[in-house]
């Protein structure tokens, strides 16, 4: 699977657009963007996933960039809930459940 | 909630000692995946087990070991305990090893090796 790069941690003040960027530009094809995000002491939880489109979940928002090199995820409105480790991961779907899931970005809503 | 419980949450063993962490996956799910998170780094895969057979496994050495059951509940066993092995383990499940890939995660049994 491809590896993502994400910047370590950002900011963003309750109420706001969070934008967590994360570059992939060695993803393949088949891989998918993935996004999860874990707050603390908790298990992982899904955001939402896209291969080239973007989507729209009742969570957040999937940017692709048409050469699929880049990615933003974006929760339109943050809360202070939203504090969390947020990790992006390529991977071919249909492989199993064995997901890269680096260090990942570590979001602080400020109220 | 998920739907996926971990036990015990939290415990403590020595060096060489062995551990059985357990987990009851979401109703209907019939693939486990176990995880394993350092303080500080993301989790890392350990292997998953798809209708009682392991199916994938990540770069953990043997003495990493599971079963699931017909229930799709499953155990991961830790043999000879390192230090390094302190974690937070997590158990995941879905409902078929070739989905689109959103799982659910537990809560995590937090070792502590002394």
């Known amino acids: 699977d491809a590896k993502t790069t994400q910047p370590p941690s950002m900011d963003c003040a309750e109420g706001r657009a969070a934008n967590l960027p994360c570059n992939h530009s060695?993803?393949?094809?088949?891989?998918?963007v993935y996004w999860y995000r874990q707050i603390h002491s908790q298990g992982p939880q899904y955001i939402i996933h896209?291969?080239?489109n973007n989507e729209t979940n009742e969570m957040a928002s999937l940017i692709i960039t048409e050469d699929r090199k880049s990615s933003t995820l974006i929760l339109p409105h943050a809360t202070l809930r939203d504090t969390a480790v947020y990790y992006c991961?390529?991977?071919?779907?249909?492989?199993?459940?064995?997901?890269?899931f680096g260090t990942g970005t570590s979001l602080t809503v400020i109220p | 909630e998920t739907g996926v419980t971990q036990s015990p949450t939290h415990l403590i063993k020595t060096r060489g000692q062995q551990v059985t962490l357990r987990c009851s996956s979401q109703?209907?799910?019939?693939?486990v995946s176990w995880y394993q998170q350092a303080l500080g780094q993301g989790p890392q895969f350990i292997f998953q087990?798809?209708?009682?057979?392991?199916?994938g496994r990540g770069n953990f050495p043997p003495r990493f070991s599971g079963l699931q059951f017909p229930n799709y509940s499953s155990e991961l066993n830790v043999n000879a305990l390192e230090l390094d092995d302190s974690a937070l383990y997590l158990c995941?499940?879905?409902?078929?090893?070739?989905?689109?890939?959103?799982?659910?995660f537990g809560e995590g049994s937090r070792l502590t090796v002394l």
């Open positions: 896209g291969l080239k």
């Open positions: 087990y798809y209708r009682e057979e392991e199916n």
């Open positions: 060695t993803i393949s094809g088949n891989e998918y």
């Open positions: 995941a499940s879905n409902r078929d090893a070739s989905n689109t890939g959103e799982l659910f």
């Open positions: 109703s209907g799910h019939n693939t």
């Open positions: 991961i390529v991977r071919v779907v249909h492989t199993g459940n064995q997901f890269y």
